[in-house]
Nanobody, 121 residues
Framework: QVQLAESGGGSVQAGGSLRLSCVFSGYTYSNYYMAWFRQGPGKEREGVAAITAGGGTDYYADSVKGRFTVSRDNMKNTLSLQMNSLKAEDSAMYYC??????????????WGQGTQVTVSS
């Protein structure tokens, strides 16, 4: 059974930075695509960033391109999200997710409990 545990959330002023981490356990980490999602108050969950199983390709939502960087360490079974130039609209609960590629998309089967990010303007 896969388990994901996020950490690193907190409160920061606009323009600041935070780094989120996620630890993966249970199965072979390098077999899974990984991603960060977020859900703000009254909003639907949205994908923020994703990375392929080998770490060679990453993807970003337009709203975070140039500000956020996703990375993974397949030796340490960890996923990270470096968030710079944070804006108030980045405030949300951030979730780590893992899944297998299915055709052109991913089946995000595994989810962490989330870590809260609050950005004050």
């Amino acid at each position: 059974q896969v388990q994901l545990a996020e950490s690193g959330g907190g409160s920061v002023q606009a323009g600041g930075s935070l780094r989120l981490s996620c630890v993966f356990s249970g199965y072979t980490y390098s077999n899974y695509y990984m991603a960060w999602f977020r859900q703000g108050p009254g909003k639907e969950r949205e994908g923020v960033a994703a990375i392929t199983a080998g770490g060679g390709t990453d993807y970003y939502a337009d709203s975070v391109k140039g500000r956020f960087t996703v990375s993974r360490d397949n030796m340490k079974n960890t996923l990270s999200l470096q968030m710079n130039s944070l804006k108030a609209e980045d405030s949300a609960m951030y979730y780590c997710a893992g899944g297998r590629k299915t055709g052109a998309s991913c089946d995000w089967s595994y989810w962490g409990q989330g870590t809260q990010v609050t950005v004050s303007s």
